[in-house]
């Protein structure tokens, strides 16, 4: 009796880090209060922390648009910040304090090293981030990520943000050779993972544990709210 091969659908998995593996929130909010106790700049409090975590998110989303350039990204956010709370200090000595202290905490998001460890062999599975070079890479050796993925791809190194084409032209050029509608991107933001699927021609999975709106002009493919779900996308296509 002949059995037949059941085709896989996906052969690669390129993986957002930040609040998809792993909770960047914490480390943003540890990193933040630590920072401020060297700085002497007295109690970081939680509404504090909100306050720059929007400032934060609004400067990468200018940077993902082209309205300015990463190094304004780390003095501007600080520089808003201070001036918002009233606080005097240098902005650049909070960011690489700042900065430094994100590899202090690192706590991973619905199980998500098991999940990796799962699909590792099973898939190629890339990472694909945003952020400093130094501290992606510190993360991802303290996490043991690096023991998981078949590649790392940092916005530092490429020259290009997520959602830049530059940036996914780049990956699709060093991942192993596949069609592009073997290749799906899982990450938790819209303007810079799933814009930057589209932007790409690439399957997305949008991961939305807080169940947001989804939006009319992005083509999300896949939608979930736990990772674990991933599995039953993957198995079922």
Known sequence: MCCLAV???????????DNTILDFLLAEK??????????????????????????????WEMLE?????????????????????????????????????????????DDSFKILSFLKGKYKQYCVTNGRKDVQKDRLKISKLDTVFDGVFISDVIGYEKPNKGFFDYVL????????????????????????????????CWFNPNGK???????????????????DILENE
């Open 7 to 17: 085709k896989q659908l996906f052969k690669v998995i390129l993986w957002d880090l």
């Open 65 to 109: 648009r082209g309205e300015i350039k990463k190094k304004d990204v780390y003095r501007l956010r600080f520089q808003e910040f201070l001036n918002e709370i009233g606080k005097d200090a240098n902005p650049s000595e909070l960011n690489e304090l700042y900065e430094r202290g994100i590899c202090d905490t690192v706590e991973f998001i």
């Open 173 to 204: 050029k060093h991942i192993i050779p596949c069609k592009k509608d073997e290749i799906l991107i899982i990450g938790d933001s819209l303007t810079s993972d799933m814009r930057g699927g589209n932007n790409a021609g690439i399957k997305c």
């Open 30 to 59: 540890n990193s933040l209060k630590a920072a401020f106790r060297e700085l002497g700049l007295g109690k970081c409090t939680d509404n504090m922390v909100k306050l720059y975590s929007s400032i934060n998110v609004k400067h």
């Open 213 to 231: 709106e989804k939006p009319c002009d992005l083509i999300i493919d896949y939608e979930i709210k736990e990772l674990s779900e991933i599995r």
